[in-house]
């Protein structure tokens, strides 16, 4: 009791059975048809690990690939027990930051000469499905990304995107995708962050009044 549970771990990431079998043992029966999307998808991360291995050094790769895709084992042991140390390990944990991230390039991006508003929503929305597809639909990853898509619906019809509303969206489509995770502190954590940044923004604005109105930026 208490300690961590294992067989609860590989449930949530739908592994129920384990076995031990012998290289020699296995026999290809047949092929299943790939996904042409996702082939694409994780061609393209395959590509941008490859860039940045080629463009810096081990560490640095390494690191640069945690923030940005979550892949924390080309970390370096050493910086690894830095990081827990100082508190700041959760800086490779893809979340809503990333996601933000990604956002802006699109809106950018959107922004080029001929770009309309709608592009832009097209092009975030694309953008944020693939990000999310990148990084293997994480529970944070994956409740910000469906909360952008919300606001950008909003944007769509020219209506006031409810902060409170994409949460509970998010909350509901993960939880009938996924109802384990609901046992995995990843999801709940990532709830509980997102709502207390909603619910504080407005107090934290009142406090922050004081200050130049370059803030908000």
Known sequence: PGEFDYRAYLARRGVFTRMSVEPADVRLLGHRPKNL????VYGVKTRALAVIE??????????????????????????????????????FAVSGQQVGFVLFLALVLARLPGGAPALQLALGGLLILF??????????????????LVGLGAMVREEEADPYTALAAATLVILLWRPYELLGPGLLLSLAAA???????????????????????
């Open 37 to 40: 999307i996702l082939e694409w």
């Open 195 to 217: 709502w207390g940044i909603i619910y504080l923004n407005p107090t934290l604005e009142a406090m922050a009044s004081v200050l130049p109105p370059w803030r908000k930026y």
């Open 131 to 148: 990000y999310m597809v990148l990084t293997g639909f994480t529970p944070s990853v994956t409740r910000a990304g469906i909360m952008t």
């Open 54 to 91: 080629s463009a810096l050094p081990a560490r640095e790769a390494g690191t640069l690939a945690a923030v940005l895709f979550g892949d924390q084992e080309r970390l370096d042991e050493e910086d690894v027990e830095v990081y827990r140390t100082l508190g700041t390990y959760h800086v």
